[in-house]
């Protein structure tokens, strides 16, 4: 064989390795879309996402904005068909939407995005929620507004049932309603938020139960701070239940300083201080 034609030989082979590694690297391709991406559950601060497998998909991106406009960033990477999309704000709009991609000679691919989803989280708890003193046997339910709700929904314990019934959907922040003279009937409250034609609840208040004639939620909390000689400006977390301690109606107390934290139990009829415990942050 002449040194010409193994010369040629050894072209033509060279040329076949390299058009093959061609063909092989071209064979990789990006994964495909993702489909039918829903929600699966909302909480507070979370959105929970499920979607169909991608055939061959290495894993998936989840990306995440604020209502309808924004920049989008990535809220999660994972190899499951289902993410969390975790620390969101409470009662607000958020829109999502997922791709595929898949890893090939240390390269990554990148499929097209899902179809952008809309979704909800569920607003806070109401806080700070009270009960008045009972008066030709009703008695007003007060609480704080949370943000981003559009309505609430109170509740009161049916004994003999044994369940919490819905008595009232109304959208302000107090309500006054039918108690017993004897005291003893249990009320909590639930905000929600409208999307897209539905209700999403969060989670209920504190319980109050309605009972003697009590002092006022404002006046229970000035007796608490004056005797732990503080200012409201001191103090954050303030919280107060009204319930019944054994045979004694009383408010549960608590808030906080930087270095404390304070806890109350004060008799809703006298105002007196019953216990109090401080303990170092």
């Given at each position: 064989?002449?040194?010409?034609?193994?010369?040629?030989?050894?072209?033509?082979?060279?040329?076949?390795?390299?058009?093959?590694t061609?063909?092989?690297?071209?064979?990789a391709?990006?994964?495909?879309?993702?489909?039918?991406?829903?929600?699966?559950?909302?909480d507070?601060?979370?959105?929970?996402?499920?979607?169909?497998?991608?055939?061959?998909?290495t894993?998936?991106?989840?990306?995440?904005?604020?209502?309808?406009?924004?920049?989008?960033?990535?809220?999660?990477?994972?190899?499951?068909n289902?993410?969390?999309?975790?620390?969101?704000?409470?009662?607000?709009?958020?829109?999502?939407?997922?791709?595929?991609?898949?890893?090939?000679?240390?390269?990554?691919?990148y499929?097209?995005?899902?179809?952008?989803?809309?979704?909800?989280?569920?607003?806070?708890?109401?806080?700070?929620?009270?009960?008045?003193?009972?008066?030709?046997?009703?008695?007003?339910?007060?609480?704080?507004?949370?943000?981003?709700?559009?309505?609430?929904?109170?509740?009161?314990?049916?004994?003999?049932?044994?369940k919490?019934?819905?008595?009232?959907?109304?959208?302000?922040?107090?309500?006054?309603a039918?108690?017993?003279?004897?005291?003893?009937?249990?009320?909590?409250?639930?905000?929600?938020?409208?999307?897209?034609?539905?209700?999403?609840?969060?989670?209920?208040?504190?319980?109050?139960?309605?009972?003697?004639?009590?002092?006022?939620?404002?006046?229970?909390?000035?007796?608490?701070?004056?005797?732990?000689?503080?200012?409201?400006?001191d103090?954050?977390?303030?919280?107060?239940?009204?319930?019944?301690?054994?045979?004694?109606?009383?408010?549960?107390?608590?808030?906080?300083?930087?270095?404390?934290?304070?806890?109350?139990?004060?008799?809703?009829?006298?105002?007196?201080?019953?216990?109090?415990?401080?303990?170092?942050?």
């Amino acid at each position: 064989m002449s040194k010409e034609f193994k010369k040629v030989t050894g072209l033509v082979l060279a040329a076949l390795l390299l058009y093959g590694t061609t063909t092989f690297a071209s064979a990789a391709s990006a994964p495909a879309k993702v489909k039918n991406v829903t929600v699966a559950s909302v909480d507070e601060d979370e959105i929970n996402l499920k979607w169909t497998k991608v055939s061959g998909a290495t894993g998936y991106q989840v990306y995440v904005r604020s209502g309808s406009s924004g920049s989008w960033k990535k809220a999660e990477t994972t190899t499951k068909n289902y993410a969390e999309v975790e620390n969101l704000k409470n009662a607000h709009v958020y829109s999502v939407r997922v791709r595929a991609y898949t890893k090939s000679g240390g390269k990554v691919l990148y499929g097209s995005y899902s179809t952008v989803l809309k979704a909800t989280t569920d607003p806070d708890e109401p806080l700070n929620v009270s009960i008045g003193a009972t008066s030709n046997k009703k008695a007003k339910i007060t609480w704080s507004a949370v943000p981003g709700a559009d309505g609430y929904r109170v509740y009161k314990y049916n004994a003999t049932a044994k369940k919490w019934e819905k008595v009232k959907t109304l959208t302000g922040t107090s309500y006054t309603a039918a108690v017993s003279e004897k005291g003893g009937d249990k009320f909590r409250v639930r905000a929600y938020t409208v999307f897209d034609g539905k209700r999403f609840y969060g989670d209920a208040s504190d319980t109050v139960v309605s009972g003697v004639k009590a002092i006022s939620y404002s006046k229970v909390k000035s007796i608490a701070l004056k005797n732990a000689g503080l200012k409201e400006s001191d103090v954050t977390g303030y919280e107060a239940e009204y319930g019944k301690e054994g045979k004694v109606y009383v408010y549960e107390v608590e808030f906080e300083t930087k270095k404390y934290e304070y806890e109350y139990v004060i008799n809703a009829e006298s105002g007196k201080v019953i216990r109090k415990d401080v303990e170092r942050r």
